[in-house]
């Protein structure tokens, strides 16, 4: 009896699954990429998928371990990507992709413009107004910069105008999302004075009737006035 030849294979025995990194959730814009990484001791085959979200989401490579992705509404996304060996073992990882195109705002609404700034306030003048994304930057800038985080929809920061020129004094608020969507900038200005008026009601008068006093006053911007007793017994009748 002739032996019957043999024959061998080799099996290779293969139950772990890939491990697949896709790493943060991503806010943005535009398209954006997305470096991921696998890691398995055989080769993998690489899918990606959208799981929710409104619209549609373009991967550039959807069968690639790295792709770029565009969604065609705003909007929270959430994508996966598979990873498979040639044994069949998958593994996967997700991320949310939020797509966001819409205007952020901002306020200032204290001081309101064209309000002065005196003498006591100009080391300390504090802004103060609104904005739509909380934890975000809000930058002021103008003759001087300053910024602050948004938070409960509020922004305040204190500046010192100490060392500018007096008169008008620029204010400007900017502010973007995490998206990098601009918002128009918020704009006012505030006056600088410093100066005291000066004031001369000429000199003392003794009388026993009604009296006119011809005072005079002097000053860069348009004033109020209040005359009051400092002392003396009685009342004095303006």
Not at 151 to 159: F, M, R
Not at 185 to 213: C, E, H, R, Y
Request: glycine share 6%.
């Amino acid at each position: 009896n002739n032996p019957a030849p043999q024959a061998s294979i080799n099996v290779i025995k293969d139950t772990v699954a890939p491990v697949v990194i896709v790493g943060g959730d991503i806010v943005s814009k535009v398209a954006v990429a997305i470096n991921a990484n696998s890691s398995d001791t055989n080769t993998l085959s690489y899918q990606w998928t959208q799981l929710n979200g409104p619209g549609t989401i373009s991967f550039t490579a959807a069968t690639s371990e790295d792709t770029s992705v565009q969604a065609d509404q705003d909007g929270v996304h959430r994508i996966r990507l598979t990873a498979t060996d040639l044994a069949g073992n998958s593994g996967s990882a997700e991320l949310n992709y939020t797509r966001d195109t819409s205007v952020p705002t901002v306020a200032i609404s204290s001081p309101t413009h064209n309000s002065y700034v005196n003498a006591a306030q100009i080391a300390a003048v504090t802004l103060s107004g609104t904005c739509s994304e909380n934890d975000r930057t809000v930058f002021i800038n103008g003759h001087v910069n300053a910024s602050t985080i948004c938070s409960n929809n509020t922004w305040s920061v204190q500046v010192n105008y100490s060392a500018k020129s007096e008169g008008n004094l620029l204010v400007q608020a900017n502010f973007d999302d995490a998206a990098g969507n601009l918002a128009v900038p918020s704009q006012i200005t505030l006056i600088k004075d410093t100066t005291a008026p000066l004031v001369n009601v000429g000199a003392d008068k003794t009388v026993n009737v009604m009296s006119l006093v011809n005072a005079t006053t002097t000053d860069t911007h348009s004033m109020t006035y209040l005359w009051s007793k400092v002392s003396g017994s009685g009342d004095l009748t303006y």
